[in-house]
Nanobody, 115 residues
Framework: QVRLVESGGGLVQAGGSLTLSCAAS????????MAWHRQAPGNQREWVAT???????NYADSVKGRFTISRDNAKNTVYLQMNSLKPEDTAVYYC?????????WGQGTQVTVPS
């Protein structure tokens, strides 16, 4: 069982920055591939970024160059640094991992960028 708890969401003006955190339970965190997803109202949940256990990263085209995913294995935490935020980044952001063929999701944290 893996528990994920996101934090750091809020309201930020366009062009601003925000950093999300996701704290994970379990001693196996350093082995987890971690991902951020988001879901805007009326839209399907979409993948945002991934970081592997080795630290390799990958990003959706819509956030590439603006968002940075990172991890601190000592703190069992993954981060999403979001810069140059746009109104279209408004969504609930979720972190996710897969462990032994089971997907685990956090409860989500709201990010709002007013237009």
């Amino acid at each position: 069982q893996v528990r994920l708890v996101e934090s750091g969401g809020g309201l930020v003006q366009a062009g601003g920055s925000l950093t999300l955190s996701c704290a994970a339970s379990g001693s196996g965190f350093r082995l987890y591939t971690m991902a951020w997803h988001r879901q805007a109202p009326g839209n399907q949940r979409e993948w945002v970024a991934t970081i592997t256990s080795a630290g390799s990263t990958n990003y959706a085209d819509s956030v590439k160059g603006r968002f940075t995913i990172s991890r601190d294995n000592a703190k069992n935490t993954v981060y999403l640094q979001m810069n140059s935020l746009k109104p279209e980044d408004t969504a609930v952001y979720y972190c996710k991992t897969r462990w032994y063929s089971t997907d685990y999701w956090g409860q989500g944290t709201q990010v709002t960028v007013p237009s």
